[in-house]
């Protein structure tokens, strides 16, 4: 039976703090808000915005400022009323804001009427979103829009033609639209693969589960993943969530058609999908009537706090003063003289390459390793669930080679199109998408692509880049050393580290980009579960984790920093 839903309990919760703008029309200057004890599980406050409505006698420009400053506001239902009352009424209820979003920077908006009813806006881009909540980062690109406007009835100003979408200081963004992960799963069904997205906080649960049902996944990733729902089945994009948390989600089309797999992988979908909007439990229902369906079982791509490495003691896990050594597996890294190591999920196997420049792999049963790619130039290698080693020289970023465990090698194709060095390369835990630092176009960019995989698992290509992600080595001067880690699973950690200082860049695939500095001689980077487990190695051996924004020295002696591609299960 279905819980009795709470609308007013819901809006209460998500506009728990209210701001308003100060009294009369605004004239300069972002506007100010407050924020509320604890957060919404996505490590964002709730803030809600009421913007300045139009002020009587404001003239042209006036309108328009006010208009673009509206967009920080979507009000309780998500409709961005306060917007549309400066449009005039002949446009004011076709006006679609959520068609785009323009990340901007608002000290540099302008404002100029051109001829009377005319007003030209420009500012300059950071970022944009689209229909379907995706983030794309821009080049600080400008931008310019026009906007007219008519006198109305009774002699106020209103705007008769506006471009679609809102535009949103960079500092606003993130409090006024939210980062939801759409869930899917990888080629083996074993993995639940997020693909972010950003939608207004105030009507988030109905935004993904319309975004997951009834819209494609991102193009980059959509070869390398599956999602449980066949065409035809759509989702009623309005979904209410009870004080419980226990969100109703009806479904439309041949629902009851589906095997019961079929339908335990559906609503494992919307339940993870919708679990940072605050839903504890996902009910199906068709034409009203309650889908029987149960979670199934997913695997983790959590990996332990303590970090894996080496020290005179051995290999191991570092807990205090002591190595946890892995059973088998490290004696096989102390045997071979390992400049980076990166072990698999089962931690059976790793990769290594060695001082030689050789890349092996190593395995815990084994007394030897086993040499796989002697080609001059490699970068560090990484491995797959299926203990495959990845390998590419850093001169020819295409020449991707996977090595199966049963010996023979592919060639992926299509791998890295357009980049003419390689400096890095890192898979994600999932093993559906793979991140690099490549040289293209005369700089160095991070690139994050899908891994297209065969029913048996077997990688055959990559997929085209994510678009314009971070730029790398931009904040140091002499970039000697370059890392690619991923921090989780929609976060990658790019170390450049130079003469002056090291550069720490955190990038979530499909949001903003944050940095970090530390020493200059920060030699490698490994990746743990979330932000406060990204490790940083010195050439001296000093172990630094993050505290804050500063690094902070948390172990000496770490004769080397590895990596892990998740915990047995």
């Not at 993943?225 to 479904?251: H, M």
């Not at 997913?298 to 190595?323: C, H, K, M, Q, W």
């Not at 059973?327 to 030689?356: F, K, T, Y």
């Not at 999932?430 to 991140?435: M, P």
Request: glycine fraction near 12%.
């Amino acid at each position: 039976m279905t819980r009795t839903r709470g609308i007013l309990a819901l809006l209460l919760a998500l506009c728990t703090v209210i701001v308003t703008g100060c009294a009369g029309f605004p004239t300069g200057g972002p506007p100010e808000y407050g924020m509320e004890n604890g957060g919404t599980g996505d490590g964002s406050q709730n803030v809600a915005f009421i913007p300045n409505r139009p002020q009587p006698g404001a003239t042209p420009q006036q309108i328009v400022e006010g208009f673009i400053d509206a967009g920080s506001g979507p009000g309780v239902t998500g409709n961005w009323d306060v917007a549309r009352e400066f449009l005039a009424p002949s446009i004011a209820d076709d006006w679609a804001p959520e068609v785009s979003v323009i990340v901007d920077e608002r000290a540099e908006r302008d404002y100029v009427e051109t001829q009377e009813g005319v007003v030209d806006f420009a500012s300059e881009v950071v970022a944009s979103v689209d229909d379907k909540g995706a983030y794309e980062r821009a080049d600080l690109s400008p931008g310019s829009w026009s906007f007219r406007l008519e006198k109305q009835s009774d002699g106020e100003w209103r705007i008769t033609e506006a471009p679609n979408g809102i535009w949103l200081d960079e500092a606003q963004f993130p409090t006024v639209f939210h980062r939801y992960p759409l869930m899917y799963f990888d080629r083996s069904w074993q993995y639940l693969v997020p693909d972010v997205r950003w939608f207004p906080v105030t009507k988030a649960a109905g935004s993904i589960a319309d975004a997951l049902v009834n819209k494609p996944p991102s193009e980059w990733l959509v070869d390398s993943i599956y999602t449980a729902f066949p065409d035809g089945v759509t989702v009623v994009p309005s979904v209410l969530v009870d004080d419980d948390g226990v969100a109703e989600v009806a479904l439309l089309g041949g629902v009851l058609g589906a095997n019961r797999e079929a339908l335990d992988r559906m609503l494992t979908q919307l339940e993870e999908s919708l679990r940072t909007a605050g839903v504890t439990e996902v009910v199906m229902t068709v034409e009203s009537t309650p889908v029987d369906a149960e979670p199934v079982a997913v695997r983790s791509t959590r990996v332990p706090a303590a970090p894996l490495v080496l020290t005179e003691a051995g290999f191991g896990f570092l807990t205090g003063d002591e190595i946890d050594k892995i059973p088998g597996l490290s004696a096989a890294v102390e045997n071979v003289p390992a400049i980076s190591v990166q072990v698999g999920p089962e931690r059976d196997l790793a990769a290594a390459r060695l001082d030689s420049g050789a890349v092996v792999r190593l395995n815990a049963g084994g007394t030897e390793a086993e040499t796989l790619d002697t080609r001059s130039g490699l970068v560090d290698p990484t491995i797959d669930g299926y203990g495959t080693v990845w390998s590419v020289p850093r001169d020819d970023p295409g020449a991707v080679h996977a090595y199966l465990p049963g010996g023979d090698v592919v060639e992926v194709a299509d791998a890295w199109s357009g980049a003419t060095e390689i400096a890095a390369m890192a898979l994600s835990r999932d093993g559906t998408r793979i991140a690099a630092v490549v040289s293209a176009g005369g700089r160095a960019a991070l690139w994050v692509a899908g891994v297209v995989r065969n029913e048996d698992g077997l990688p055959v290509r990559l997929g085209t880049p994510v678009p314009q992600l971070a730029v790398v080595g931009g904040a140091v001067i002499g970039v000697t050393r370059i890392g690619v880690t991923w921090i989780d699973d929609v976060t990658v950690g790019v170390l450049s580290s130079g003469d002056a200082e090291s550069a720490v860049l955190e990038q979530v695939v499909g949001g903003p980009t944050s940095f970090s500095t530390a020493a200059s001689d920060i030699a490698s980077i490994a990746g743990g579960t979330g932000i406060s487990s990204l490790r940083l190695r010195a050439d001296d051996g000093t172990l630094y984790v993050k505290r804050g924004t500063a690094w902070q020295p948390t172990a000496t002696g770490i004769l080397l920093l590895a990596t892990q591609q998740g915990a047995p299960q």
